[in-house]
């Protein structure tokens, strides 16, 4: 049976999933910035998924900056870097940390074309 931890990573793993779904159909990355702050928070308690946290910094920065190539660049390398991390997750965390992964890379392709 899932601790209450564990259902509390899913549910936020969906939420960020859908989050950007939403934010690359309306071409607007302007609400991201609340779940990206949260994740930020998320991923410093773990040393390994520092490289991680510090790119979601830089995203956030070029989200503010508006600066769409950077925006393009930094979703790319998180969602390979988040497809990789996936590996080393287990069960339901695994396919959603991999299907997130996926979903940065999708976004990003998708925001290259009008950034």
């Known amino acids: 049976m899932a601790t209450a931890a564990e259902i509390s990573h899913v549910t936020h793993l969906q939420a960020t999933i859908e989050m950007i779904e939403k934010d690359v ?3 607007s990355l302007t609400g991201s910035s609340g779940a990206i ?20 910094e830089k995203l956030k920065e070029a989200i503010a900056d508006k600066d769409g190539k950077k925006i393009v660049a930094l ?10 991390a996936a590996e080393d997750a287990e069960g339901d965390d695994a396919k959603k940390i991999k299907m997130m992964g996926k979903c940065l890379v999708t976004a990003a392709k998708a925001i290259s074309k009008f950034a």
């Open 25 to 27: 159909e309306k071409k």
């Open 37 to 56: 702050t949260k994740w930020i928070t998320t991923l410093d308690k773990y040393d390994e998924l520092k490289l991680i946290s510090t790119k979601l």
């Open 75 to 84: 979703m790319t390398s998180l969602g390979e870097a988040t497809t990789k």
